[in-house]
């Protein structure tokens, strides 16, 4: 029930921030990037200021843990894992085989051309925002209670997120797929046969790489 | 008496009260003491305490009369800067508090980094700097106007780590934790030496990332070593929490350690049922058989304005104005260079609840640490007990 509710606030606080600030900013990378920055230090205040910083603890919506070959796994996070593959599957067909999937597409790649094919820009940007909004709020949902909650426990998963598709390269979802399986695998490998922190500065030599070589990304297009 | 000649009467009268009442307003002189510590990301609950310990102390000192040097009256005034736990920002809120705010104290500091870098400018400028900083490198005789208002590795670990080799004389081996940063280096350091010197050896001893998000692996491979004890040394006690969820989720039962834990809340949110039979050694409790009145007091005004229990390091913050009155008194001067030669002799009535004073000339070549209570505590029924405690 908490989690369909704060789903259901981070998709009307979306609407509210597409709304009253994304909207003025379409087809503008820098402006809008500045914004995102912006609204993020700024929510982070707020949620210090009402919350404090004190971290909290979430249940877990499915406890328990499983053996699988030997390794032990809690139930949340087998479940978290198919949730992903269950979204970034609905994702990609949606994409693929629908018309608000190939128009998000068309927009993506050329907007003027899609505009003059009679897309409707505004709606689908705003479709976009909020398909966005909502798996941002699935995933914080799941990973709440396996992870450190507190006012600011998106800048790190941000960081993630970015790099993962910085890897796998901008505008494709199999490209941000396997970024993410990239830095899973050095953080998980690299932290159990090496110090940890070498593990982060794998991950980021790993960006420098991919930027040097390939600046579109491992998938990316554009 | 007509209306106008009211009005200029009443405008006349408030006048000379103004006048009146201006020599008192000048009498009252204020000493802003800053403080630089994180306010924002995730340490900000220890930068929130701090200030609120530092505003609780000055207002405890303005209602018993203030600060008496020479025939004045001075009274503290708190100025809570965020260096946002890292040297870069340190930096900028050093700058800001001796060259914007003409500070002349630093009532407290919080984070080796950024603290480093306060020190530096504090030392240039002849200011008088009061830290929690845990580095062993900020303190000697190099650095004579620097103050320690928590206890540190130095005086922690070989009574925590002498305490939980008593209890548990059969731990052979531990496998440490820190993080990556000047703090996590320094008690690595002493705690490796200590442990070694009590027998038990290091078989493994790794650095973390702070904002790691995933846990897992570290846990895993640190459970490897198949290690007696386990110790996070200066962890933050939610990463640490996150660590003891993962090594019980494998099965690795042996002895927990927090060497910096400051407080079972943090520890709990995250480890849940994994947090008990943790040791920490910088806790604080405040149950009414090893609590006073006053502690208990503060602390549940601390809980309502900060949301969580205060801690060591907050506790340093209430301390150190307690200690700079007895100082400036002590001189009979506000000169910072003369405050700092009056410190180490004067006593005071710390947050604890006795009279201490300074010691460390032993350890560190010259005397500037606090002489606290070392309290050792453990997770007991998921409650933080006291299981020890010693004054130095």
């Given at each position: 029930?908490?989690?369909?509710?704060?789903?259901?606030?981070?998709?009307?606080?979306?609407?509210?921030?597409?709304?009253?600030?994304?909207?003025?900013?379409?087809?503008?990378?820098?402006?809008?990037?500045?914004?995102?920055?912006?609204?993020?230090?700024?929510?982070?205040?707020?949620?210090?200021?009402?919350?404090?910083?004190?971290?909290?603890?979430?249940?877990?919506?499915?406890?328990?843990?499983?053996?699988?070959?030997?390794?032990?796994?809690?139930?949340?996070?087998?479940?978290?894992?198919?949730?992903?593959?269950?979204?970034?599957?609905?994702?990609?067909?949606?994409?693929?085989?629908?018309?608000?999937?190939?128009?998000?597409?068309?927009?993506?790649?050329?907007?003027?051309?899609?505009?003059?094919?009679?897309?409707?820009?505004?709606?689908?940007?705003?479709?976009?925002?909020?398909?966005?909004?909502?798996?941002?709020?699935?995933?914080?949902?799941?990973?709440?209670?396996?992870?450190?909650?507190?006012?600011?426990?998106?800048?790190?998963?941000?960081?993630?997120?970015?790099?993962?598709?910085?890897?796998?390269?901008?505008?494709?979802?199999?490209?941000?797929?396997?970024?993410?399986?990239?830095?899973?695998?050095?953080?998980?490998?690299?932290?159990?046969?090496?110090?940890?922190?070498?593990?982060?500065?794998?991950?980021?030599?790993?960006?420098?790489?991919?930027?040097?070589?390939?600046?579109?990304?491992?998938?990316?297009?554009? | 008496?007509?209306?106008?000649?009211?009005?200029?009467?009443?405008?006349?009268?408030?006048?000379?009260?103004?006048?009146?009442?201006?020599?008192?307003?000048?009498?009252?002189?204020?000493?802003?003491?800053?403080?630089?510590?994180?306010?924002?990301?995730?340490?900000?609950?220890?930068?929130?305490?701090?200030?609120?310990?530092?505003?609780?102390?000055?207002?405890?000192?303005?209602?018993?009369?203030?600060?008496?040097?020479?025939?004045?009256?001075?009274?503290?005034?708190?100025?809570?800067?965020?260096?946002?736990?890292?040297?870069?920002?340190?930096?900028?809120?050093?700058?800001?508090?001796?060259?914007?705010?003409?500070?002349?104290?630093?009532?407290?500091?919080?984070?080796?980094?950024?603290?480093?870098?306060?020190?530096?400018?504090?030392?240039?400028?002849?200011?008088?700097?009061?830290?929690?900083?845990?580095?062993?490198?900020?303190?000697?005789?190099?650095?004579?106007?620097?103050?320690?208002?928590?206890?540190?590795?130095?005086?922690?670990?070989?009574?925590?780590?002498?305490?939980?080799?008593?209890?548990?004389?059969?731990?052979?081996?531990?496998?440490?934790?820190?993080?990556?940063?000047?703090?996590g280096q320094e008690t690595e350091?002493?705690?490796?030496?200590?442990?070694?010197?009590?027998?038990?050896?290091?078989?493994?001893?790794?650095?973390?990332?702070?904002?790691t998000t995933e846990f897992q692996?570290?846990?895993?491979?640190?459970?490897?070593?198949?290690?007696?004890?386990?110790?996070?040394?200066?962890?933050?006690?939610?990463d640490a929490g996150a660590i003891?969820?993962?090594?019980?989720?494998?099965?690795?039962?042996?002895?927990?350690?927090?060497?910096?834990?400051?407080?079972?809340?943090?520890?709990?949110?995250?480890?849940?049922?994994?947090?008990?039979?943790?040791?920490?050694?910088?806790?604080?409790?405040?149950?009414?058989?090893?609590?006073?009145?006053?502690?208990?007091?503060?602390?549940?005004?601390?809980?309502?304005?900060?949301?969580?229990?205060?801690?060591?390091?907050?506790?340093?913050?209430?301390?150190?104005?307690?200690?700079?009155?007895?100082?400036?008194?002590?001189?009979?001067?506000?000169?910072?260079?003369?405050?700092?030669?009056?410190?180490?002799?004067?006593?005071?009535?710390?947050?604890?609840?006795?009279?201490?004073?300074?010691?460390?000339?032993?350890?560190?070549?010259?005397?500037?640490?606090?002489?606290?209570?070392?309290?050792?505590?453990?997770?007991?029924?998921?409650?933080?007990?006291?299981?020890?405690?010693?004054?130095?």
């Amino acid at each position: 029930m908490a989690s369909a509710c704060g789903i259901a606030a981070a998709l009307a606080l979306g609407v509210i921030i597409y709304l009253f600030g994304f909207r003025y900013f379409q087809r503008d990378l820098v402006g809008s990037f500045i914004l995102s920055i912006g609204l993020m230090l700024l929510l982070d205040g707020v949620l210090l200021r009402v919350f404090g910083g004190t971290v909290r603890g979430v249940p877990e919506i499915f406890p328990g843990s499983v053996s699988i070959a030997g390794a032990q796994i809690t139930v949340q996070r087998l479940f978290l894992c198919g949730v992903a593959f269950l979204m970034a599957g609905i994702l990609y067909w949606t994409l693929g085989h629908t018309r608000l999937g190939r128009a998000l597409r068309a927009v993506a790649y050329d907007h003027e051309a899609a505009m003059m094919m009679g897309v409707p820009y505004g709606r689908i940007a705003f479709f976009g925002f909020l398909i966005a909004s909502l798996l941002a709020a699935i995933a914080g949902a799941l990973i709440a209670p396996v992870s450190i909650v507190s006012p600011v426990i998106g800048t790190d998963y941000l960081i993630k997120g970015f790099i993962a598709v910085i890897i796998g390269g901008l505008g494709s979802v199999p490209g941000a797929i396997l970024g993410s399986l990239f830095v899973a695998l050095i953080e998980t490998l690299g932290g159990y046969y090496f110090d940890s922190s070498y593990a982060t500065i794998a991950i980021f030599a790993l960006v420098i790489v991919v930027l040097l070589f390939r600046p579109k990304g491992v998938m990316g297009r554009a | 008496m007509t209306v106008f000649n009211k009005c200029a009467m009443s405008g006349a009268a408030i006048l000379l009260a103004s006048f009146a009442a201006a020599p008192m307003a000048q009498a009252e002189e204020v000493i802003k003491l800053g403080l630089s510590t994180p306010l924002s990301g995730a340490a900000a609950i220890w930068g929130k305490g701090a200030e609120f310990m530092c505003n609780t102390a000055a207002e405890e000192i303005r209602e018993s009369g203030g600060v008496s040097v020479q025939g004045e009256t001075y009274f503290f005034e708190c100025l809570s800067y965020d260096n946002k736990y890292n040297a870069a920002e340190g930096t900028k809120v050093a700058q800001a508090l001796f060259n914007r705010e003409g500070v002349k104290f630093i009532g407290g500091s919080l984070g080796t980094a950024p603290v480093r870098a306060l020190q530096s400018l504090a030392e240039r400028q002849g200011a008088l700097v009061f830290t929690t900083a845990w580095g062993a490198s900020l303190k000697g005789p190099d650095h004579p106007t620097t103050f320690t208002q928590m206890n540190t590795p130095g005086e922690i670990l070989p009574m925590l780590i002498g305490y939980i080799v008593e209890q548990h004389p059969d731990a052979k081996t531990v496998a440490m934790l820190n993080p990556n940063d000047a703090t996590g280096q320094e008690t690595e350091e002493i705690a490796a030496k200590v442990w070694d010197e009590q027998g038990v050896e290091v078989v493994a001893s790794d650095y973390y990332e702070r904002g790691t998000t995933e846990f897992q692996p570290i846990a895993v491979r640190l459970a490897s070593f198949k290690p007696d004890i386990v110790d996070v040394g200066a962890m933050p006690p939610s990463d640490a929490g996150a660590i003891f969820k993962e090594l019980e989720l494998i099965g690795w039962t042996g002895i927990k350690v927090l060497e910096v834990g400051t407080g079972a809340d943090g520890l709990k949110a995250t480890a849940g049922a994994a947090a008990e039979g943790v040791y920490m050694g910088a806790g604080v409790t405040f149950r009414p058989d090893t609590a006073t009145e006053h502690q208990i007091a503060v602390n549940e005004r601390a809980k309502v304005a900060i949301g969580e229990s205060l801690n060591a390091v907050q506790i340093g913050f209430y301390d150190s104005l307690y200690a700079l009155k007895a100082a400036m008194e002590a001189a009979d001067s506000v000169d910072p260079r003369a405050v700092a030669e009056a410190m180490p002799n004067v006593t005071f009535r710390s947050f604890y609840g006795s009279d201490i004073g300074f010691y460390g000339e032993e350890r560190y070549g010259r005397v500037q640490q606090m002489r606290l209570p070392i309290i050792v505590t453990q997770v007991r029924d998921g409650e933080l007990v006291e299981v020890g405690r010693l004054t130095p």
